[in-house]
C-alpha cells in the first residue's frame, strides 16, 4: 500500500482570524460560522505545479519590463521557501505585486492621487530553485493613504503569493520593510495575534546581497506548512496499488 | 523546534496585478476526455452585495480520478494537457465563470472513494486568508456516501452542490456566500 503523509495545521495564535474589527473591510466578508475540520486526503496533499511554461526571465526583474528605467530605490529582494522543518521548497511559483515608488498601485481601482511609472507594472514571479531560494529586482514600494480609518497609511509592503507542494501549503501574505514607522499602527499587519509570527513578516536588511552602487538587499524568508508524522492512505480499497 | 508557518495576509484590492497573467478560465482543452461542465455564479457579502474584488482558484482531478501531481500514487492515466488548476476572478457584479470537466472519483479516509469534486480557494480585499471550499455535482448518487459531505450538517451541505440551469445542458451554478443566510461552508483544510 502506498501511503503519503497530509500536512500540519497551522500553530495556534500565528493565522489571523476572519473578522477583525479594525480591518473594516473584514466585517461583511468574513464567515460567521466556523469552518468544518477536514482531514487531508488526496484533494489537499496534492496542488499545481508549474514547469517551464510559466518560466520568463523577465518576470523576476520588476526593473526591465519596460523601456526605461522606474522610478524610486532599486532593491534586491531576495530569500528561501522551506517548510516548518526547514526542508526547501524547489521549483515553487512565486507571484509578487506592489505599488511603485510613490506609493500608487497601476489598478483602475486606485484613485490616490500619487503619479503613475510609465516605466514600471509592479508585478512579477519566479519559481524557487532546487533549495527554493527566489530572487526578485524590484524598486521600493511608497506608503501610501487607505479609507479604513481617518488618515490610514499603509506601510509599505510587497505582496507574496506561494503556491507551495499542496493545495493545503497555498499561501498569500505580504512583507514589510524594517524600521518602518507605519507598521505598529497598520490594522492588516496586526490582525495576527502572535507577536512573533507578524514580526516575521517584516524583511531584514541584507549585506550579502546588496549590490555595490546599484541596490539595497532585503532577505525575506517563507515558511510553509510542514508534513504531518502520520501517514495517510492514498489508495481505494480494491484499486490496484 | 520546528518552525511555523508563514502568516497570511489579505490579497487586498489590487490582486489582478500579480494574478491575471495566470488567469485560466477554461481548465480543459478540446483533447481532454470527460463531461464538460460551465460553472458560473457570484460571490456576495454579508449585506448580499457583490464582491467584484475576489477571485477563485480551482484544484481538481482529472475524468479518471487522477491528480497531476507526483504524490498521486494511484495507477491512472495522466490527461496531456490537463493540469487540474484554474484561476478566476469576479467582475464588476461580483460573478465568475469556468469550465472544465468533472473529474472522477478520488480516495479519501479509509480507503473509501469520494463522490466527484473541486477543491476552490476564495481571496476577496477584507478576507484576511483564503477560505476553502468545495463543489459536488448534482445528480450524483456517490455525494449520498461522501466523507466530506457528512462531516457538514444537512441544512448547509446544499451551499456545497452546484445546481443545473434550466435548458442549458453542462451548466452549472455555485455560488460563494461569504456571510449570514445560507453562508457557504467553509473548511479547516
Known amino acids: 500500500m502506498n501511503v503519503i503523509s497530509a500536512y500540519r495545521r497551522y500553530y495556534p495564535g500565528t493565522q489571523p482570524r476572519h473578522l477583525h474589527p479594525s480591518y473594516v473591510s473584514s466585517l461583511k466578508r468574513g464567515p460567521l460560522q466556523s469552518p468544518v475540520l477536514l482531514p487531508h486526503t488526496l484533494s489537499e496533499i496534492t496542488g499545481p505545479v508549474f514547469g517551464l511554461e510559466v518560466a520568463d526571465v523577465k518576470a523576476c526583474d520588476l526593473t526591465k519590463q519596460h523601456s526605461g528605467e522606474p522610478l524610486g530605490e532599486r532593491i534586491v529582494l531576495s530569500g528561501r521557501v522551506i517548510d516548518e522543518d526547514s526542508r526547501p521548497v524547489p521549483h515553487t511559483l512565486i507571484e509578487i505585486w506592489q505599488a511603485n515608488a510613490a506609493g500608487r498601485y497601476l489598478h483602475s481601482v486606485d484613485q490616490h492621487n500619487a503619479p503613475l511609472d510609465p516605466n514600471f507594472t509592479g508585478c512579477g514571479h519566479a519559481m524557487t530553485d532546487a533549495e527554493g531560494r527566489y530572487r526578485f529586482v524590484t524598486i521600493r514600494p511608497g506608503e501610501y493613504p487607505w479609507g479604513n480609518h481617518h488618515n490610514a497609511w499603509r506601510p509599505a509592503h510587497i505582496h507574496f503569493s506561494v503556491f507551495g507542494p499542496a493545495f493545503a501549503t497555498r499561501l498569500v501574505t505580504q512583507m514589510y520593510f524594517p524600521g518602518d514607522p507605519l507598521i505598529p499602527f497598520d490594522p492588516i499587519f496586526n490582525c495576527t495575534d502572535d507577536e512573533k509570527a507578524r514580526n516575521r513578516l517584516i524583511s531584514q536588511f541584507d549585506w550579502e546581497t546588496t549590490i555595490p552602487a546599484q541596490a539595497l538587499g532585503y532577505r525575506f524568508d517563507i515558511v510553509l506548512s510542514g508534513r504531518d508524522r502520520t501517514p495517510m492512505e492514498t489508495h481505494a480499497h480494491g484499486e490496484k496499488t | ?189
Open chain 2, 1 to 189: 523546534m520546528s518552525l511555523h508557518a508563514t502568516t497570511w495576509q489579505t490579497v487586498g484590492p489590487f490582486f489582478k496585478i500579480g494574478f491575471s497573467w495566470l488567469y485560466r478560465d477554461n481548465l480543459a482543452s478540446p483533447e481532454v476526455s470527460g463531461e464538460r461542465v460551465e460553472i458560473s455564479g457570484r460571490i456576495l457579502d454579508g449585506d448580499g452585495k457583490p464582491v467584484p474584488d475576489g477571485i477563485l482558484e480551482i484544484w481538481q482531478a482529472n475524468s479518471h480520478g487522477k491528480y497531476a501531481h507526483p504524490d498521486d500514487l494511484q495507477e491512472k492515466s495522466i490527461e496531456p494537457g490537463f493540469s487540474g488548476y484554474g484561476r478566476v476572478p469576479t467582475d464588476d457584479e461580483g460573478r465568475f465563470r469556468f469550465t472544465t470537466i468533472k473529474p472522477g472519483r478520488v480516495p479519501g479516509p479509509d480507503g473509501k472513494l469520494q463522490a466527484p469534486h473541486l477543491a476552490v480557494s476564495v481571496f476577496t480585499r477584507g478576507l484576511l486568508r483564503r477560505l476553502i471550499t468545495r463543489v459536488y455535482f448534482p445528480d450524483e448518487s456517490s455525494n449520498a456516501a461522501d466523507f466530506a459531505l457528512n462531516l457538514v450538517d444537512t441544512s448547509r451541505r446544499g451551499t456545497l452542490i452546484a445546481k443545473k440551469i434550466d435548458g442549458r445542458p453542462g451548466a452549472l451554478e455555485w455560488n460563494v456566500i461569504l456571510q449570514g443566510p445560507g453562508e457557504t461552508v467553509f473548511f479547516d483544510v
